[in-house]
């Protein structure tokens, strides 16, 4: 994303999504905090994602199966999705869950320079369908929160 890409006409009918590509998304990327791709056909924006490192903590479950294999860290490296939207003319045609892929591979590629072990993303309650259909589990959460704590396991991934 630059300052020069026209994101005034983008609607996902998410206003929380369609405030942060117009007011906060380029802000972020000045701050080195995250960075948004966006994807464009016939030079019409038509989706954008936006990725940042990530800590994540491992429930106590979890934690004694890495045990077993002598690691005894609590956090453990994730690629954040931090927001994911499609154009409301495009939506309904599977434009999030090639993103979603496009994004697994990324972070399949830098596990291989640099240490990330989940993807992860805050999802919004009604898309958690949509990310456990593509495989994210569930944390532990607050069910006041707005948004479900969720991650993938890329080394699973990498073994099946």
Do not use: W
């Amino acid at each position: 994303m630059t300052p020069d890409d026209d994101i005034g006409y983008f609607d996902c009918e998410d206003e929380d999504l369609n405030e942060f590509i117009r007011e906060d998304a380029l802000n972020q990327m000045n701050a080195k905090i995250s960075v948004t791709y966006l994807c464009q056909y016939k030079r019409a924006i038509v989706a954008f994602f936006t990725l940042s490192a990530d800590a994540i903590k491992i429930n106590l479950d979890d934690l004694e199966k890495f045990k077993d294999k002598d690691i005894h860290y609590k956090d453990f490296p994730a690629l954040k999705i931090g927001r994911l939207g499609v154009c409301n003319p495009y939506q309904g045609r599977n434009i999030g869950t090639h993103l979603i892929l496009l994004i697994i591979g990324q972070a399949v590629r830098l596990s291989k320079k640099i240490g990330i072990r989940y993807v992860s993303v805050d999802a919004y309650k009604h898309s958690v369908g949509f990310y456990k259909k593509k495989y994210f589990a569930e944390f532990i959460h607050d069910k006041r929160r707005k948004t479900v704590p969720m991650y993938l396991d890329i080394l699973k991934l990498e073994k099946s």
